[in-house]
Each structure stands twice: as C-alpha cells, then as structure tokens.
C-alpha cells in the first residue's frame, strides 16, 4: 500500500502555523480547530500532526502513540464543546471522508466532530450508479 501525502495540502499549512486557525485543543500529537464553514453550531476538525492523508492510511502506519492521542483528542473535544451525553450534551456526529468517493476535500486525515443541532439522516444525497 502507498499513500502521496501532499505537503502543501491547507491542514499541513496549519500544522506549520502557515495559516491561523481557531484552536479549540492541542496535544502531543493532535490539533483541533474551529472549521471554517461550520455546517452545524459546534464544527470542529480533529487532525493527526503525522502526515496521514486519511483514515485507514493512519490506521495503518500511525504508532500506537499516535493513534491514542488522536482517539483520546476526539473524545475531549466532545466534553469541550459539551455536546457529549457522558457529560450531559444532546450528542454528535464525527465524519471522516476519505478519496472521491467520500468526498475529500483536504488530503489530511481530519475527523468532523458536529453537533449543536438535530443534525438529520446520515446521508441525504441520492444514491448514484458507480
Ligand atoms: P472534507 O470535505 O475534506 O472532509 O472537509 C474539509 C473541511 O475543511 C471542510 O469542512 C472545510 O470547510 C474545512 N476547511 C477548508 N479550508 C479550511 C481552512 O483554511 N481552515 C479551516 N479551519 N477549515 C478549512
């Protein structure tokens, strides 16, 4: 398996402090941030710092250490925001979109963590042949 990570995707940029964005958590290996087209009233990305272009990629190749961290940055994310039911919050939705496919815009793996909201059906679009 082989995955081209581009090193000028915007989430790199980020990383690099390149271009500013509305951090909500920073730890060993993960950063969050404010998304910033927010489709629901709590829309937050979570990344990995290791240049993973999506999520079976980082499955794959992330240490341990990694993977942890990112796990663990999602959850709190969830009781910062308050949207996590162990904490009293109505819930949420986390989207990972991967390829054509799955719709990627960014060629870092991110984690959508939405909520704020009734936030409908998983998935609305119409099923296309292919
Ligand atoms: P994708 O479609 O790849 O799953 O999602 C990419 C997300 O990144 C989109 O929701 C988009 O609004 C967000 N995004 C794109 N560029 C920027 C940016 O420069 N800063 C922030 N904070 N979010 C961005």
Known sequence: MSY????E???AKILR???????VLETEHSLAFRDIAPQAPH???VIPKGAYVCYEHFAAEATDAEILDFTRAIGEVCRIEAISPGAGGAGYRLISN?????????P???VHVLGGRVLGRMLT???EAG
């Open 125 to 127: 679009a119409k099923r």
């Open 98 to 106: 991967c390829g054509t496919h799955g719709m990627q815009e960014v």
């Open 43 to 45: 829309h937050v990305l």
């Open 108 to 110: 870092h793996l991110h």
């Open 17 to 23: 402090g390149e271009i500013p964005c509305q951090k």
């Open 4 to 7: 081209r990570y581009d090193p």
């Open 9 to 11: 995707n915007i989430f």
